[in-house]
Structures are given as C-alpha cells and as structure tokens.
C-alpha cells in the first residue's frame, strides 16, 4: 500500500459521531468496500491495517464494538474469532425489542427461521404470506384481473408495506 492508497482511504468516509462512516463503495450486507492492488478488500480491514500497521490474517474477524458495519474506525474495531463474531451479531439482535415494521418481539409473535439464529415476526411473515397468496390468486385468475380492468385496481402487493 503506497501513500496515493493511504490518502485516498483518509479521503473515503465521513465522521459522525464517534463512527468514521464509509462514503465510498457499499457491498451488499452493509461494509465498505476499497480497491487496493487490483482487488476489493473491506474497508474496515484496510483502516484496521493502516491504523496498527499491520496485516491481518485471512481467520483473523475484526468485531464493530460500535455494532456499524459501515464504521472504519480504527478504536472501534477488534479482533475476534468468526464464532464470537457472529455469536456478538446474534446477541445484538436479540436487544431488539420490536421489528423493522414497529411489531413487538413477543413469544406469541416470534417464530425462528430453520437456521434457528434468526427470529422473525410472525405478524411480517403472515402479511407475506397473505400478499404472496393473494399474488400467486391474481396471476392465474383471468376473472380477477378483468374486474380489477373494469374497475381501475392495481394488482396486490406482495411487500410488508404494501409496497410493491
């Protein structure tokens, strides 16, 4: 890493509140991503390095202490094992105490996905599941969709929201 890499890193992310919050390129699940020698590598990882001037190990797992994947602050970062990882991941989630959507996480309301780590809202899943049907009606009825014609409706959503 030469010094043109190290201060296009420092140009990459904004400070807000105590979390330096990459502005660059996101991935997917939420981490910034930084090109360097030809390759993408987790922005978090290369602040890390940068920091401590070191090079970390491919099994070497760096834990958001801040709980924000998009944070490349150096103070906030620290080296863990994959399972205390993902087990500190897991422990987050279950502080949560309603879902995305505002419904309360309550043993009546709570069911777990097959992997047995995730919870879910049993409120959210049977509004997918009412949506989904109720798509699944309106593609293979030809009466359905002549009457919504007739009368001006959209076809059902299939999101929470109502969103489709």
Known sequence: MDE????????SYVFIDECWIWIRSLVKDGYGSFRLAGRNRRAHRVSYEIFYNT?????????????????VNPL???ITT??????????????KTHC?????YTEANTCWRKNK???ECMTCKLVRMKRRYARKKWETSEK????????GLD????SVTGDS
């Open 82 to 95: 994959q399972t205390t990882n993902i087990d500190s991941a897991i422990y987050g989630n279950k502080e």
């Open 55 to 71: 090079t970390l190990a491919p099994e070497q797992f760096l834990h958001h202490t801040c709980r924000n994947e998009a944070c």
């Open 155 to 158: 076809p059902p959503s299939t």
């Open 4 to 11: 043109n890499d190290i201060e296009r890193f420092w140009l």
């Open 100 to 104: 995305p959507y505002g419904h309360e």
């Open 144 to 151: 359905l969709k002549s009457m919504a014609l007739k009368y």
């Open 76 to 78: 906030h970062l620290e």
């Open 117 to 119: 780590k995730q919870r």
